[in-house]
T-cell receptor
Framework: AQSVTQPDIHITVSEGASLELRCNYS??????LFWYVQSPGQGLQLLLK??????LVQGIKGFEAEFKRSQSSFNLRKPSVHWSDAAEYFCAVAQEYGNKLVFGAGTILRVKS | GAVVSQHPSWVICKSGTSVKIECRSLDFQATTMFWYRQFPKQSLMLMATSNEGSKATYEQGVEKDKFLINHASLTLSTLTVTSAHPEDSSFYIC???????????FGNGTRLTVT
């Protein structure tokens, strides 16, 4: 069965600092990996996705993520965080594109000025 | 881009009543829809998968008689919470896809509060 682990429940960074959110997955085959962002009381917005090819994927809002098969990781990064990035971030895995997602527990990002 | 409209965005109901949540795909044919539930400060848990014209497939532990899912057309799926109780209070989110290999699009969610 697929599973996703986001080890950090909360992360606080200063505005302008770099950010890395960790995600580890468990899946036997090549996974479809996603990062979503959710603002309070809102739905989910897709930041980026990985299916195959270049292991460093670029997303919206200046985010990127790197797929590392050897570590079963798909960490999300941003070089300089903005106050508007404060939200909850979910890593997710699917067996195929368009199929059901298994989500991690989420990481709440706080940005301090 | 593709849009999924979920309605209502929030609802308050009394214990014992039923509530219907609609999920519509506005500009594509959603052959598959997924319903998720998110309790406060928790992740999204898949409740069920529905394919147009077929019975929904429920995840383990989800009561199919309590959470009725209907996917009668390619643009509409509904989730009805029957005989709602306070423990059903949660954030319900739908997502829709035009099939395997196509992107998933999420609705903005419905906040259900049962008093």
């Amino acid at each position: 069965a697929q599973s996703v682990t986001q080890p950090d429940i909360h992360i606080t960074v200063s505005e302008g600092a770099s950010l890395e959110l960790r995600c580890n997955y468990s899946y036997g085959a090549t996974p479809y990996l996603f990062w979503y962002v959710q603002s309070p009381g809102q739905g989910l917005q897709l930041l980026l996705k990985y299916f195959s090819g270049d292991t460093l994927v670029q997303g919206i809002k200046g985010f990127e993520a790197e797929f590392k098969r050897s570590q079963s990781s798909f960490n999300l990064r941003k070089p300089s965080v903005h106050w508007s990035d404060a939200a909850e971030y979910f890593c997710a895995v699917a067996q195929e594109y368009g199929n059901k997602l298994v989500f991690g527990a989420g990481t709440i990002l706080r940005v301090k000025s | 881009g593709a849009v999924v409209s979920q309605h209502p965005s929030w609802v308050i109901c009394k214990s014992g009543t039923s509530v219907k949540i609609e999920c519509r795909s506005l500009d594509f044919q959603a052959t598959t829809m997924f319903w998720y539930r998110q309790f406060p400060k928790q992740s999204l848990m898949l409740m069920a998968t529905s394919n147009e014209g077929s019975k929904a497939t429920y995840e383990q532990g989800v009561e199919k008689d309590k959470f009725l899912i209907n996917h009668a057309s390619l643009t509409l799926s509904t989730l009805t919470v029957t005989s709602a109780h306070p423990e059903d209070s949660s954030f319900y989110i739908c997502s829709a896809s035009s099939g395997a290999g196509s992107p998933l699009h999420f609705g903005n969610g419905t906040r259900l509060t049962v008093t």
